[in-house]
C-alpha cells in the first residue's frame, strides 16, 4: 500500500482503563491528536484512521472530544493544562463545537472500522456475570475470572447497549430463572449486573460512562467522518442472549444443556448451549429484516453479533 514508518503511525492503550483516566493519566488523546496534526503536517494529506474491535469505541470517544469542544475549552482555560476529572464529566456545554468539527474536516480523511462493536457485546456482560477466563484456565478460577472481569475499567465501551437494538421484536440479552418467581424473569443489562452482585462495576459505569459528556447517548452517535468503511468477519457462531439461574449462595450460574430443572423456552432463532445463545448459519436476523426486507440467515465473527457490526446503517 506504500505506507512506510512515516506515515504509518501506531497508538496503542492501556486497554484497562476507561477513556476518561487515558485522558487524565496518560494524555492518550491528546497524544493522539497531536500524531494526527504532525503526520498531516508531513505528509500534505489528512489521515485515515483504521481501528479494530475495542479500538473503535476508543476513536468514538475521542472524536466526540473533538466534536464537543475538549481542546477548545482547554486552549481557552487560564493554564492551558489538561481537564480536570470534574470538568471533564460535568461539562456544561458539550454542544458541537464548529472549530472541532473543522479540525476532524481537515485532519482525517476517511475512518475505517474493522470488527467494531458499535452497540458492545453480549460476551462482555457474560464476562462480569459468570467470568471469563480467555484461555488461562490453568492459571485462573472461575471466581478469579469474575472478579478480573468485574475490575476492568474499560467494560463501558464493550457492554451490549441498549438491548431493544438488538432483536426485532425486541427481546431480552439476560434471562434468569428465578424459582421464588416461578420461572424465568427478564433482566437489563444493568439488572442484570445488580442482581450479580457486580456493585463496583456498576459504580465504574455510572461514574465513567454514563455521565460523561463525551460518552452516554453519544455512544450511539454516527462519528463526524464524511467517510465511513466498516469490515466484519462472518461465519463464526456468535453469543448474543444468556440463561442463568440461581444458585442456592445466591450466585448467577449458566444453565446446563438439556437441564430440566431449569427448562430454556424453545426458539428456532438460536443454537443453546450451555446457557449461552448464539448466532449460528441458520439464524434469521429479524433486524435485517426490517432494514432492508431481507430474510435470509447469516452470522458473524464470533464476538460481536449482527446488529452490533451493523448499527452504522441507522445513520
Known amino acids: 500500500?506504500?505506507?512506510?514508518?512515516?506515515?504509518?503511525?501506531?497508538?496503542?492503550?492501556?486497554?484497562?482503563?476507561?477513556?476518561?483516566?487515558?485522558?487524565?493519566?496518560?494524555?492518550?488523546?491528546?497524544?493522539?491528536?497531536?500524531?494526527?496534526?504532525?503526520?498531516?503536517?508531513?505528509?500534505?494529506?489528512?489521515?485515515?484512521?483504521?481501528?479494530?474491535?475495542?479500538?473503535?469505541?476508543?476513536?468514538?470517544?475521542?472524536?466526540?472530544?473533538?466534536?464537543?469542544?475538549?481542546?477548545?475549552?482547554?486552549?481557552?482555560?487560564?493554564?492551558?493544562?489538561?481537564?480536570?476529572?470534574?470538568?471533564?464529566?460535568?461539562?456544561?456545554?458539550?454542544?458541537?463545537?464548529?472549530?472541532?468539527?473543522?479540525?476532524?474536516?481537515?485532519?482525517?480523511?476517511?475512518?475505517?472500522?474493522?470488527?467494531?462493536?458499535?452497540?458492545?457485546?453480549?460476551?462482555?456482560?457474560?464476562?462480569?456475570?459468570?467470568?471469563?477466563?480467555?484461555?488461562?484456565?490453568?492459571?485462573?478460577?472461575?471466581?478469579?475470572?469474575?472478579?478480573?472481569?468485574?475490575?476492568?475499567?474499560?467494560?463501558?465501551?464493550?457492554?451490549?447497549?441498549?438491548?431493544?437494538?438488538?432483536?426485532?421484536?425486541?427481546?431480552?440479552?439476560?434471562?434468569?430463572?428465578?424459582?421464588?418467581?416461578?420461572?424465568?424473569?427478564?433482566?437489563?443489562v444493568l439488572t442484570g449486573l445488580h442482581e450479580a452482585q457486580a456493585t463496583h462495576q456498576l459504580s465504574l459505569l455510572e461514574k465513567f460512562y454514563s455521565k460523561n459528556p463525551y460518552w452516554g447517548d453519544k455512544a450511539l452517535e454516527a462519528p463526524p467522518i464524511k467517510r465511513l468503511f466498516v469490515i466484519y468477519g462472518i461465519n463464526l457462531d456468535t453469543e448474543i442472549c444468556y440463561y442463568y439461574h440461581r444458585t442456592p449462595k445466591n450466585k448467577l450460574k449458566l444453565v446446563p444443556t438439556d437441564s430440566t430443572r431449569y427448562p430454556i423456552p424453545a426458539t428456532t432463532d438460536h443454537v443453546i448451549k450451555a446457557g449461552v445463545a448464539s448466532e449460528t448459519k441458520t439464524t434469521r436476523q429479524h433486524v435485517l429484516k426490517m432494514r432492508t426486507g431481507l430474510d435470509v440467515p447469516c452470522w458473524w465473527d464470533g464476538t460481536v453479533p449482527y446488529a452490533s457490526f451493523t448499527h452504522p446503517t441507522n445513520w
Not at 491528536?33 to 481501528?51: H, M, Q, R, S, W
Not at 482555560?77 to 476532524?104: F, K, Y
Request: with cysteine; proline share 6%.
Open 1 to 188: 500500500f506504500g505506507y512506510t514508518d512515516e506515515n504509518l503511525v501506531a497508538m496503542p492503550y492501556d486497554w484497562r482503563c476507561s477513556p476518561h483516566h487515558l485522558e487524565e493519566r496518560d494524555g492518550y488523546f491528546t497524544a493522539l491528536k497531536e500524531v494526527i496534526e504532525t503526520t498531516v503536517a508531513a505528509t500534505g494529506l489528512p489521515v485515515v484512521l483504521c481501528a479494530h474491535s475495542m479500538g473503535n469505541r476508543i476513536v468514538q470517544y475521542f472524536l466526540n472530544m473533538v466534536k464537543c469542544g475538549y481542546w477548545t475549552r482547554r486552549q481557552g482555560s487560564e493554564s492551558g493544562e489538561r481537564l480536570s476529572p470534574e470538568q471533564q464529566r460535568s461539562a456544561e456545554d458539550t454542544s458541537v463545537d464548529p472549530a472541532g468539527l473543522e479540525w476532524i474536516d481537515t485532519h482525517i480523511y476517511s475512518y475505517v472500522a474493522v470488527g467494531a462493536p458499535f452497540l458492545g457485546a453480549p460476551k462482555f456482560l457474560r464476562s462480569m456475570i459468570s467470568g471469563e477466563r480467555m484461555g488461562l484456565e490453568a492459571m485462573l478460577s472461575y471466581d478469579e475470572g469474575v472478579q478480573f472481569c468485574r475490575r476492568l475499567g474499560c467494560s463501558g465501551l464493550v457492554l451490549p447497549s441498549p438491548e431493544h437494538l438488538y432483536f426485532e421484536p425486541s427481546k431480552p440479552l439476560l434471562n434468569v430463572y428465578e424459582k421464588l418467581a416461578g420461572g424465568w424473569k427478564e433482566y437489563d
